[in-house]
């Protein structure tokens, strides 16, 4: 019914720059929070950074001033923009969005939390 599809990632030297998009598509009546997460090898997934409706935002220290999350609602997309990138930051980077599915009438509208597939970002020389 709704899909996420991410798109950005790549390989990028220490000190690079690269920028994730993920557009949710389907029958959405709206969208909530949308989210970056990350996850290392070895490690456990982490929120890197989310931005709700109103455009209230939150990041993991790691990449406070070194990242942006930002969102267009038409288009129903969010971006992270991520400069000065570090080794430690090489992961892969899912996106996140809660989501009311849309249905016949506002009673058949359901909530739930969908998953981009996931997209590799590399920082190494």
């Known amino acids: 019914q709704v899909q996420l599809v991410e798109s950005g990632g790549g390989l990028v030297q220490p000190g690079g720059s690269l920028r994730l998009s993920c557009a949710a598509s389907?029958?959405?009546?709206?969208?909530?929070?949308m989210g970056w997460y990350r996850q290392a090898p070895g490690k456990q997934r982490e929120l890197v950074a989310a931005i709700t409706s109103d455009g209230t935002i939150n990041y993991v220290d790691s990449v406070k001033g070194r990242f942006t999350i930002s969102r267009d609602n038409a288009k129903n997309t969010v971006y992270l923009q991520m400069n000065s990138l570090k080794p430690e930051d090489s992961a892969v980077y899912y996106c996140n969005a809660n989501i009311v599915v849309d249905g016949s009438n506002w009673l058949q509208r359901v909530r739930d939390d969908y998953w981009g597939q996931g997209t590799q970002v590399t920082v190494s020389s």
């Open positions: 389907g029958s959405i009546f709206s969208i909530d929070a």
